[in-house]
């Protein structure tokens, strides 16, 4: 069984996602419902939400409607990964709330629309610290070429567990391995970093990819952070773009066949469980 460590959840009628406005494949609906299904057939036993940069205004009611579907009769949701804003100076407001949450279990800042800088100024890094020993995480969402800034980050923050997105989004669709893998080896030389391997079916040529030009990218990460310190997320609907929820599944099933099984089931599920749950 799987553990979505990355969901999605899209509510047009609920929330404004300024975002969406430019990217016309993933612009509509995205509901839990339709994804349960989906999930209970594949095998996805338990799932986080993953923020969807709704307008800043909106975070807290995000994560009231995630709370809402939680409580759901039979649901899979077992807490958020909320939106915030660490280079803001409220950012301890949204900490604070979290530690009297039940939803909340971290924080996401997508960095890789903004400019390098955003993550390296004293505000930001002194308010990713404030995560520090209380079980809260951070995202790290950012491009292969702002690793290096995001390992800067980590160093500063030696008692936050950061969780990187989709393998650092490499270029799979352009063969861009090099300097990747370089960036990720290096990156994995902190201990306090998972990985999250996430839709990475995303990153291929839509039309033509197929396993062996995922692969180097999936086991040089697993290479990188050892099985004890990468989780799996479905990153539902953006892995539509790459053939979708059922492809991505069958693709994760395929590049560990060769796996044993406790390897399986700490990347599947139980990494993520003693991240979040425990």
Not at 89 to 101: L, P
């Given at each position: 069984?799987?553990?979505?460590?990355?969901?999605?959840?899209?509510?047009?009628?609920?929330?404004?996602?300024?975002?969406?406005?430019?990217?016309?494949?993933?612009?509509?609906?995205?509901?839990?419902?339709?994804?349960?299904?989906?999930?209970?057939?594949?095998?996805?036993?338990?799932?986080?939400?993953?923020?969807v940069d709704v307008d800043p205004k909106q975070i807290y009611q995000e994560n009231e409607l995630i709370a809402e579907l939680m409580g759901e009769p039979a649901s899979i949701l077992r807490g958020a990964i909320s939106a915030a804003r660490?280079?803001?100076?409220?950012?301890?407001?949204?900490?604070?709330?979290?530690?009297?949450?039940k939803t909340i279990k971290g924080f996401r800042r997508v960095l890789h629309t903004q400019k390098d800088e955003t993550s390296q100024s004293k505000t930001f890094r002194n308010n990713i610290k404030l995560l520090s020993d209380t079980g809260l995480t951070f995202d790290l969402c950012v491009l292969p070429h702002q690793l290096l800034i995001a390992a800067e980050l980590v160093d500063y923050c030696p008692q936050v567990t950061f969780i990187l997105n989709h393998c650092g989004v490499p270029n799979i669709k352009n063969g861009d391995f090099s300097p990747w893998n370089n960036f990720i080896s290096a990156l994995a030389e902190r201990p306090n970093v998972i990985a999250k391997i996430s839709g990475l079916i995303a990153y291929g040529d839509a039309e033509t990819w197929d396993l062996d030009d995922i692969r180097p990218y999936f086991d040089h990460t697993v290479e990188a952070f050892g099985h004890s310190r990468i989780v799996w997320g479905s990153d539902s609907p953006v892995c539509n773009l790459g053939g979708g929820l059922e492809t991505w599944v069958a693709s994760t099933h395929a590049l560990t066949a060769d796996w044993s099984l406790d390897q399986r089931r700490c990347f599947y599920k139980d990494n993520a469980k003693n991240i979040w749950l425990v």
């Open positions: 069984m799987l553990f979505d460590t990355h969901l999605h959840l899209i509510y047009p009628d609920r929330l404004d996602y300024p975002w969406l406005k430019s990217v016309p494949a993933l612009s509509a609906p995205s509901t839990f419902s339709s994804y349960s299904v989906k999930a209970k057939r594949l095998g996805i036993s338990e799932c986080l939400h993953m923020e660490p280079e803001n100076s409220d950012f301890s407001q949204f900490v604070e709330a979290a530690q009297h949450s």
